[in-house]
């Protein structure tokens, strides 16, 4: 059965500080989807990034970057010198291939909340 | 460019009463359509999706239901409104059929049913 856990429900940092995002998934699929998604207080869901399975390379955008490891079945999200901007809910997700967003099954999200 | 259109935003409803929520596409066609809802603290749940018009599918069973009468028009709605029903509720389109096509979402419909 597809899962995604975020353990952490909510964090709290000092603006310039780094953080980590945690995302592990469950999945049977040998080719899957995984997302980021952000949640601004206005409520849209906003999309980060996409990856799939094979494909694990790390990938950086500005201050963002993911770290995917299939041996873990991890999918961790960094924000780096965190900005009060970023405070959001974030949501990882996973969907299989072949299947419309139907599969696309989302984590709880973690509440990030920077402070200046 | 494509753009969702999701209304209300903002909703406040009695128990028993009926519920109409409105999601339209433009700038495509035949897009997969979505109706999330989110409660208090929880994840996002998927409630219908939709290939086609007059195609819905439901993955959790419940007090609401879904239709697209148009290619790029999706309704949520209910004829009798629960506590439970409350909550914010997402529309979202994608193209295709495959998981690897982004989902995009509308701005949200907050539901508080009293």
């Known amino acids: 059965a597809q899962k995604v856990t975020q353990a952490q429900t909510e964090i709290s940092v000092v603006e310039k500080e780094d953080v980590t995002l945690d995302c592990v998934y469950e999945?049977?699929?040998?080719?899957?989807?995984l997302f980021w998604y952000k949640q601004p207080p206005s409520g849209e869901l906003v999309f980060l990034i996409r990856?799939?399975?094979?494909?694990?390379q790390n990938e950086i955008s500005g201050r963002y970057s993911w770290n995917f490891q299939k041996s873990t079945s991890s999918f961790n999200f960094t924000i780096t010198a965190s900005q009060v901007v970023d405070s959001a809910v974030y949501f990882c997700?996973?969907?299989?291939?072949?299947?419309?967003?139907?599969?696309?099954?989302f984590g709880k999200g973690t509440t990030l909340s920077v402070s200046s | 460019s494509q753009t969702i259109h999701q209304w209300p935003a903002t909703l406040v409803q009695p128990v028993g009463s009926p519920l109409s929520l409105e999601c339209t596409v433009e700038?495509?066609?035949?897009?997969?359509l979505y109706w999330y809802r989110q409660a208090a603290g929880r994840g996002l749940q998927l409630l219908f999706y939709?290939?086609?018009?007059?195609?819905i599918s439901s993955e959790v069973p419940q007090n609401l239901s879904a239709s697209r009468p148009q290619d790029r028009q999706f309704i949520l709605s209910s004829k009798k409104l629960l506590l439970s029903d409350s909550g914010f509720y997402l529309c979202?389109?994608?193209?295709?059929?495959?998981?690897?096509?982004?989902?995009?979402f509308g701005a949200g419909s907050r539901l508080t049913v009293l």
């Open positions: 979202a389109w994608s193209r295709g059929s495959s998981g690897a096509n982004v989902l995009t």
């Open positions: 999945t049977r699929d040998t080719t899957y989807y």
């Open positions: 990856r799939n399975s094979f494909d694990e």
């Open positions: 997700a996973l969907s299989e291939a072949g299947q419309a967003g139907t599969a696309l099954i």
């Open positions: 700038g495509t066609s035949n897009p997969n």
């Open positions: 939709s290939v086609g018009i007059g195609q």
